[in-house]
């Protein structure tokens, strides 16, 4: 980068797919501990690399309700697929995490500091960019920052990586979030594979993100390539499998609060918290105290919960929300409707997993448009009576 100059005006890069090896050194060069996708489990997953080499190569997904699959691809793509089981909040907020541990020989308590770490977040697709934008401002934006969070979110560098190949089950269009990359973060990559080869636009917009693609070895992109990225992208803007209406939605939530819908979505509804559990921004927690079996140490634990757990809402006499109706309702009114009171933005943002791994396939979109539409042929409370003739 020019001494003196803004990365988000630097030219953007080409770089072709046989040096993203190069990538990798110029992280692990620098410190970081690269975590990615790579193939596992018959998934599409995340997990610390040391190599390009364990990239999803040639891998795609294809996803319905209920319904994720991996598949081989007649190209050797490395980032060619939609959201997997596991978001960016694996890493950031993990799923369980020791709080303290005590020890009655010595009376003494420890608190567990959270260790260090300088993540290279390398894939983030943009709708994952936002969500991490979503758990910043709720656990390291408020008055009462998350130590654990905020020690793995700092020091962090993110590589995003455009969306080309929309799943069935993607909306980000929808929700504004994607899947061209806006914002938050320091370098942005898009995938190209045809006749001219196997290559990457790179464009940094931190002088951190430029000066790890300085490292790698590229060409400065001409206007065809640029052009050609960016007409994948919004070519993947008209190729979304989902849709939600997002007008008036945080108002029609609130009015439907009686609606008969909740019933028919509770028949269907497992309460296994599924949604919950992939959801790249569903933060909730509770606390487990441990010991031993002599009773001498103990430690206090904290994990990921979920608002359809019975013992969620659990006060001294027993549980506010007893049935599935009423905790189905609490998670979608409050992803799509009160948490932009609380937060200024909608909880989702697109991605789509809570559909493809829900086992009954349940629709966020579908059991949304439902109510829009139950909410939309109720009689306007300003119509006059019709008399009977």
């Known amino acids: 980068m020019r001494p003196g100059s803004d990365a988000r005006h630097e030219p953007p890069t080409v770089i072709d797919a046989i040096v993203l090896q190069d990538l990798f050194d110029a992280l692990h060069a620098r ?10 489990d018959g998934a599409i997953v995340l997990d610390e690399l040391t190599s390009a080499a364990e990239l999803p190569h040639g891998w795609g997904v294809d996803t319905e309700a209920g319904r994720y699959r991996l598949r081989r691809r007649d190209d050797n793509a490395a980032f060619a697929h939609s959201a997997g ?38 894939g983030v697709r943009p709708c994952d960019l936002a969500a991490i934008g979503v758990l910043d401002r709720v656990l390291a934006g408020g008055r009462h920052v998350d130590p654990i969070y905020a020690g793995r979110r700092d020091g962090n560098l993110i590589v995003a990586v455009e969306c080309t190949e929309p799943g069935a089950t993607c909306f980000c269009t929808s929700m504004g979030t994607g899947p061209h990359a806006e914002s938050g973060f320091d370098l942005a990559l898009t995938e190209l594979v045809d006749d001219a ?19 790698v070895p590229g060409h400065v992109a001409d206007a065809a390539t640029v052009r050609q990225a960016g007409d ?12 939600l209406r997002t007008e008036g939605l945080p108002e029609m939530l609130a009015a439907s609060r009686q609606s008969p819908h909740w019933d028919d979505v509770a028949s269907r ?55 599935g109706q009423s905790r ?31 086992p009954t396939g349940i629709d966020i979109t579908q059991e949304a448009a439902a109510l829009f539409s139950l909410q939309e042929a109720l009689p306007s409370p300003d119509a006059p009576e019709r008399e009977d003739s």
């Open 269 to 323: 509804c497992l309460t296994c918290g599924n949604c919950t559990m992939v959801c790249p921004t569903c933060f909730c927690t509770t606390t487990e105290d441990v010991t031993d079996l002599t009773g001498e140490h103990a430690e206090r634990w904290r994990r990921w919960d979920s608002c359809y757990d019975l013992d969620f809402t659990y006060l001294h006499g027993g549980s506010v929300r007893t049935s």
């Open 31 to 40: 410190g970081y501990t690269v975590v990615g996708p790579t193939v596992r």
């Open 328 to 358: 189905y309702r609490q998670w979608i009114s409050h992803k799509l409707g009160t948490w932009h009171e609380q937060f200024g933005s909608s909880g989702c943002v697109g991605c789509g997993r809570c559909i493809a791994w829900c």
């Open 197 to 215: 080869g196997h290559r990457f636009l790179a464009r940094a917009a931190t002088p951190l993100g430029a000066e790890v693609l300085a490292a």
């Open 85 to 122: 089981p596991q978001s960016w909040k694996k890493v950031l907020h993990p799923a369980r995490a020791r709080m303290w541990s005590a020890d009655r020989s010595t009376g003494t308590v420890v608190t567990e500091p959270e260790e260090p770490h300088r993540y290279a977040l390398l």
């Open 232 to 243: 994948a992208v919004a070519a993947a803007a008209t190729r979304m499998g989902r849709e």
